[in-house]
């Protein structure tokens, strides 16, 4: 861990909850040592105390998530849960500095000593500390790392607990995914000059440099596909050459939806509703399904018992696809890759939803917890999702949607209107 990098630009920590600190984390990765980042919560040596801490936090997280779904109590029980990181109202604008209960327990177990094994671990070569979880950027100025502490965020708002007791007094410096953040960090107490307008960091090879060559060869296919009508191309044509030039006459593929579920594993039975929906579809070669189930064996053997219900056989590549690894960075570069043929994203409303900046118009699952909350607030306020209507009858509504050329307009709006560059813009901060 305290190997001199290869351009060692930056320490990259994140934490095991979910996939969204480590996704985030992923496309940041080469600024470390040896292109690595270190897990707060499970890395080599982690003194028992620590691990234990986070274990609990860690299991309630999935605990809670897939709870939800149990009739009458599992909704009660989330919202419960959820309460304790609401994010309340923007408007009207005014102080929200005061720290709030769950927040003074964090402070109280740091107080006794959680994370400090970490941040000494990492002290010695005093580079920029890069973390995407709040807890673990304050566990490094509270243990005062020597160097800088950036804390990148995940989401479209953030809740009170992102920012440290004392707002006003803090080192921590925020690249904040949106302006909305920007913003909202402000109402916390963060000094201006301590908000960094970054963007959410996607990953490079889905971008391709300044140039972003490999984001516009994408989006020339992906436009074909998603308006078989040449509806919006017509209207639009000017705006679309300006940015792509000419469009293939074909693609040279089927309209490929990938339905993601959570790190959980919650929400699986939608991607199962989508493809029954679309089976005839499927079978006949118009439509390709990506089913992704990340990491987790249990939702991958519940995929490929359904699809083979469907009279789908293994191994699962002709028409429907189960997308998963062994290892969550492995899984992260397949996932990365999948996304280059992809022309519809399906999943709720997670740190996925930035992904609307690569092209990608989004399908919304129901939201999970409040920050998800915003986060389809931000996808509809951009005009670069829907709510998903009932995957029963995805068989007639997403086709009338693509003869309407509406996903093709909200692929548009996303590329163009959201932030791309974020990963080059963290690297130039940390540079400067």
Same mark, same amino acid.
Request: net charge positive; with cysteine.
């Given at each position: 861990?305290?190997?001199?990098?290869?351009?060692?630009?930056?320490?990259?920590?994140?934490?095991?909850?979910?996939?969204?600190?480590?996704?985030?984390?992923?496309?940041?990765?080469?600024?470390?040592?040896?292109?690595?980042?270190?897990?707060?919560?499970?890395?080599?040596?982690?003194?028992?105390?620590?691990?234990?801490?986070?274990?609990?936090?860690?299991?309630?997280?999935?605990?809670?998530?897939?709870?939800?779904?149990?009739?009458?109590?599992?909704?009660?029980?989330?919202?419960?849960? /959820?309460?304790?990181?609401? =994010?309340?109202?923007?408007?009207?604008?005014? &102080?929200?500095? $005061?720290?709030?209960? +769950? *927040?003074?327990?964090?402070?109280?177990?740091?107080?006794?000593?959680?994370?400090?094994?970490?941040?000494?671990?990492?002290?010695?070569?005093?580079?920029?500390?890069?973390?995407?979880?709040?807890?673990?950027?304050?566990?490094?100025?509270?243990? /005062?790392?020597?160097?800088? =502490?950036?804390?990148?965020?995940?989401?479209? &708002?953030?809740? $009170?607990?992102?920012? +440290? *007791?004392?707002?006003?007094?803090?080192?921590?410096?925020?690249?904040?995914?949106?302006?909305?953040?920007?913003?909202?960090?402000?109402?916390?107490?963060?000094?201006?000059?301590?908000?960094?307008?970054?963007?959410?960091?996607?990953?490079?090879?889905?971008?391709?440099?300044?140039?972003?060559?490999?984001?516009?060869?994408?989006?020339?296919? $992906?436009?074909?596909?998603?308006?078989?009508?040449?509806?919006?191309?017509?209207?639009?044509?000017?705006?679309?050459?300006?940015?792509?030039?000419?469009?293939?006459?074909?693609?040279?593929?089927?309209?490929?939806?990938?339905?993601?579920?959570?790190?959980?594993?919650?929400?699986?039975?939608?991607?199962?509703?989508?493809?029954?929906?679309?089976?005839?579809?499927?079978?006949?070669?118009?439509?390709?399904?990506?089913?992704?189930?990340?990491?987790?064996?249990?939702?991958?053997?519940?995929?490929?018992?359904?699809?083979?219900?469907?009279?789908?056989?293994?191994?699962?590549?002709?028409?429907?696809?189960?997308?998963?690894?062994?290892?969550?960075?492995?899984?992260?570069?397949?996932?990365?890759?999948?996304?280059?043929?992809?022309?519809?994203?399906?999943?709720?409303?997670?740190?996925?939803?930035?992904?609307?900046?690569?092209?990608?118009?989004?399908?919304?699952?129901?939201?999970?917890?409040?920050?998800?909350?915003?986060?389809?607030?931000?996808?509809?306020?951009?005009?670069?999702?829907?709510?998903?209507?009932?995957?029963?009858?995805?068989?007639?509504?997403?086709?009338?949607?693509?003869?309407?050329?509406?996903?093709?307009?909200?692929?548009?709006?996303?590329?163009?209107?959201?932030?791309?560059?974020?990963?080059?813009?963290?690297?130039?901060?940390?540079?400067?």
């Amino acid at each position: 861990m305290t190997k001199e990098a290869v351009g060692g630009k930056a320490w990259i920590v994140a934490v095991s909850m979910g996939y969204g600190h480590q996704r985030t984390a992923y496309s940041l990765r080469e600024l470390s040592p040896d292109g690595k980042v270190l897990n707060a919560n499970d890395y080599e040596g982690i003194p028992a105390k620590d691990k234990e801490i986070w274990s609990s936090a860690t299991y309630l997280y999935g605990f809670i998530s897939r709870f939800k779904r149990v009739p009458i109590i599992g909704p009660a029980t989330f919202a419960t849960y /959820d309460r304790l990181q609401k =994010i309340l109202s923007l408007y009207p604008k005014r &102080d929200l500095s $005061r720290s709030t209960s +769950s *927040l003074k327990r964090i402070f109280k177990f740091i107080g006794h000593g959680w994370g400090k094994d970490m941040v000494r671990r990492l002290r010695d070569k005093k580079l920029p500390f890069i973390t995407t979880f709040f807890m673990t950027a304050f566990m490094a100025e509270e243990f /005062d790392y020597p160097g800088d =502490i950036f804390c990148v965020t995940a989401d479209a &708002d953030v809740a $009170r607990d992102w920012v +440290s *007791l004392n707002p006003k007094r803090t080192r921590i410096k925020y690249c904040a995914s949106t302006s909305r953040v920007f913003e909202r960090l402000k109402l916390y107490g963060i000094k201006e000059e301590n908000i960094h307008l970054t963007g959410y960091p996607l990953p490079k090879e889905n971008i391709g440099g300044a140039s972003m060559k490999t984001l516009k060869d994408d989006m020339r296919m $992906r436009l074909v596909n998603l308006d078989p009508t040449e509806k919006y191309i017509s209207d639009y044509g000017p705006v679309i050459r300006k940015n792509f030039g000419k469009l293939p006459e074909s693609s040279g593929r089927p309209l490929t939806i990938l339905f993601s579920v959570g790190g959980a594993g919650a929400q699986k039975e939608i991607g199962i509703d989508i493809v029954r929906s679309l089976k005839d579809d499927i079978k006949n070669k118009k439509i390709r399904v990506i089913l992704s189930a990340g990491i987790r064996r249990e939702t991958v053997d519940y995929f490929a018992s359904e699809l083979k219900q469907m009279e789908f056989k293994e191994p699962f590549n002709d028409g429907v696809e189960i997308l998963w690894a062994i290892g969550l960075w492995d899984y992260f570069a397949k996932f990365n890759k999948a996304l280059r043929t992809t022309d519809i994203l399906w999943t709720k409303p997670s740190e996925l939803s930035f992904y609307c900046a690569l092209g990608i118009p989004i399908i919304i699952a129901p939201p999970i917890g409040s920050q998800e909350d915003f986060n389809r607030e931000w996808l509809l306020t951009m005009g670069t999702a829907m709510d998903q209507y009932d995957p029963h009858y995805a068989h007639e509504w997403l086709f009338d949607y693509l003869k309407d050329g509406w996903f093709a307009e909200a692929a548009m709006h996303g590329f163009l209107d959201a932030e791309k560059m974020g990963t080059y813009h963290i690297e130039e901060l940390i540079t400067k």
